[in-house]
């Protein structure tokens, strides 16, 4: 049974963070900040919690598609900043979306996340265990950036987004690629009870910790070959592909990527200039800003790569059908 895409939902906070914030609190400048990551403004919790971010994003999804979500038979959340290790982040969206009865689980697999989740939706969905699933992303990275460090802080903001998967005759979700460098898990990191990752000794600060440069250059060379390892392996050449959407951290990165493999960088989508890198959310906000200003439509076909802490990768290739 294939499956795909057959709703998605999004959550931005109000508060919109602006490049010129950071003039204030570290030594840094709008222009900087602009040209060498493409942001332009990032949002904010005030009180919003991740799940409660991620419930109003699924309100989104309930309102524009009109669909039921009572009947969801498994969540898979993906994030980074569970207020609680137990219960889950998905029992506890269970809960408050009046779900009857869904397998829940939490996934952490940094920005890849949601690539990871869809992969995993459509699993369940092929090997006929589940009929509706529903695939969670959403971060509250404010809360773990360290404003002290002018080479992190100007990148990160808030999101939440949801995607449902359904069985669809028409529609599939391809094969997808995955893989992790696990060696190089100390290039962006989050700890809080160790000093040492992988017998390195890190920064225990609760704060997010990036050796931008080496994830950068990872970036660029490793979603480059993977861009063409999934056309080879779902024999398609890249002129089927409507839009890419690759993991949000920074535009130049995006624009390295299709100069690369020789991509018009204008069938890209992005949602870092508009809210910065927001993790496991840039994909699915990237594709809900298409959607919303008309360029995705009916038929497109989407590929999709995910990539950050780990460090590890998800893509994969869908039909957009909505
Ligand atoms: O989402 C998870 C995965 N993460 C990523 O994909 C992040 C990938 N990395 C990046 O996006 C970029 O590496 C950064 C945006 C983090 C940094 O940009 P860069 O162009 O790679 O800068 P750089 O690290 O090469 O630094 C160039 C210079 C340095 O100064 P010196 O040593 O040349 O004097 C930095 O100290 O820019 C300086 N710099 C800044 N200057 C003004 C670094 N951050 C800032 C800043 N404002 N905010």
Redesign the pocket.
Known sequence: MNSTITGIGTYVPEKIVSNSYFEKIVD?NEE??LK??GIKERRAVNNETTVEMARLAALNLINRYNKDLSDVDYIIFASTTAEHKIPSLASQLQYQLGIKNAGTIDIVA??AGFIYGIIQAQSLISIGFCKKVLVVASEVLTRYTDYTD??TC??FGDAASVALVEPSLNCKIYKPVFGTEGEHGYA?YLSEFADKLNSKSIKNTNKIV?D??K??KW?VERMSEKFIDLLKLNDLHANTIDFFIP?S??LR?IEAICSNVNFDKSKTLNSVTQYG?T?SVTIPLALDLGIKNGMVKTGNKLLLIGF??GLTYAGTILDWEI
């Open positions: 840094t900087w900040i060498r990551t940094a920005c002018r080479t100007i990148l962006v990036q931008g440069k994830v950068f970036a993991h951290a920074n990165i890198n993790s950050g802490g």
